[in-house]
């Protein structure tokens, strides 16, 4: 037997250290080739790193929300054979991704059948489990958000996956389990003590990070209009009912992006990046629009790019793809990267006014408010029209107070003349 050394690989891009977000394995685990260990933090996006090899873990380099450098170990694994420990040690090769894929089971090779998902634990099968107070049960993050979310202490749960993984349905098999039992003895008036402590790590701190370094640096401030969307509305109803079933449903996103397409013509500036370090604003004619998404990890913003080249369609194909692989954490890093101005929205729950934060180094970012029917008065008559706010926030360093009211103003012009968005 001998031991197999794996180092923390070259991400790239000159990354001398990344956080080491999630183990996936445990000491004395069996592992087999191409299984995930682990998950580091880039500045930009989640990395699964493989095991080249099979074996057994006998040791683990580091810590969840641990930097480590380039180079260090991250994980000694025993092999049949000599290993590689009296050599040069091997790097695992990085599989990227924009943040842990939920119920990401490794896939290795097997040598009899198994099922393609695992079968959901029968309510009330579950036997108590017995783990070491700072034992750290397996699960992915976003198995993990669901017990906080739920109050389930995961520690007692019994995972059906690989190597004891706890899944989605054993955190349902624990509730229903316990539902009876609670809903005999639960006293919704108890006083309560009990606290909870969530180690900000991985995406969360990077996010955390991101957010204080724009406040920071940019001097922020925001301008709110309210938009008369009712025409804008049943042209998308229209274009739904006529070519929604050839083309796709069309949600108001696509409108607003080729509303700012439009206006960033007459506002070059808007369009822009602000290097603060070497003092230089680079405008672009390519408008890439990040569209502000919420995954199981936190908010990622996902890049449509050359908006200005895509119809209504096109855009809206590529916000839903776009979407659909960052919330299952497939997006890429470059998916992730290059924006040249940010589109976010929370839908229904998108209020009345929001004050969105820059995604650096961009210099604007347009924040959709939700839709209310409210009663307006049109040429001296009092009628219901969809009303929706726009509440925006730039850079005052680059972007002049006039010139962002102005932007805003052609933007919602575009919108209540929605025919105006397809006039060259």
Do not use: C
Not at 7 to 29: N, T
Not at 112 to 139: H, Y
């Amino acid at each position: 037997m001998g031991t197999h050394v794996i180092k923390m690989p070259d991400i790239g891009e000159g990354i001398a250290e990344v956080e080491l977000s999630q183990w996936h394995v445990k000491v004395g685990d069996l592992v087999v080739e191409d299984q995930v260990l682990a998950d580091v933090m880039t500045d930009k996006a989640m990395v699964d790193i493989p095991s080249p090899v099979h074996g057994k873990v006998i040791s683990l380099g580091g810590e969840p929300g641990e930097v480590m450098a380039v180079g260090s170990i991250l994980i000694s694994i025993e092999v049949e054979g000599a290993g590689n420990a009296k050599e040069a040690p091997a790097v695992a090769a990085p599989v990227e991704k924009a943040a842990p894929v939920v119920e990401s089971t490794p896939k290795p090779v097997q040598r009899e059948p198994v099922q393609s998902k695992p079968a959901p634990i029968a309510p009330n099968a579950q036997a108590p489990v017995a783990r070491e107070a700072n034992e750290r049960p397996l699960a992915s993050p976003a198995v993990r958000k669901h017990a906080l979310d739920a109050g389930i202490p995961l520690r007692l749960v019994q995972g059906s996956g690989p190597a004891g993984r706890i899944l989605h349905e054993d955190l349902e098999a624990y509730l229903q389990q316990g539902a009876s039992t609670l809903s005999a003895t639960a006293n919704p008036y108890a006083e309560r003590t009990d606290e909870h402590q969530i180690p900000v790590i991985g995406m969360r701190r990077k996010i955390a990070q991101r957010m204080q370094d724009a406040t920071r640096r940019a001097a922020h401030f925001s301008y709110v209009e309210e938009i008369d969307v009712t025409a804008l509305d049943e042209l998308r109803v229209h274009l739904n009912e006529k070519h929604g079933a050839a083309r796709g449903k069309l949600t108001l996103l696509p409108f607003i992006v080729r509303a700012m397409v439009v206006a960033l013509r007459d506002f070059p500036q808007i369009n822009a990046r602000y290097d603060d370090e070497a003092q230089v604003i680079t405008r672009l004619g390519a408008v890439h629009v990040g569209v502000a998404t919420q995954s199981d990890v936190g908010l990622m913003v996902p890049v449509v790019r050359h908006a200005e080249a895509r119809n209504l369609w096109g855009t809206a194909e590529e916000i839903t793809r776009l979407a659909t692989a960052t919330r299952n954490g497939k997006a890429s890093r470059d998916e992730l990267s290059g924006s040249t101005i940010t589109l976010t929205s929370l839908g229904a729950l998108g209020g009345i006014v929001s004050t969105p934060v820059l995604n650096l180094p961009e210099v604007a970012i347009i924040g959709v408010n939700r839709i209310v029917e409210r009663p307006m008065v049109i040429k001296g008559q009092i009628v219901v029209r969809k009303m929706m706010n726009l509440s925006s926030s730039f850079d005052h360093r680059v972007v002049d107070g006039m010139d962002a009211a102005q932007f805003i103003q052609a933007v919602r012009g575009l919108l209540e003349q929605p025919a105006s968005l397809f006039l060259e």
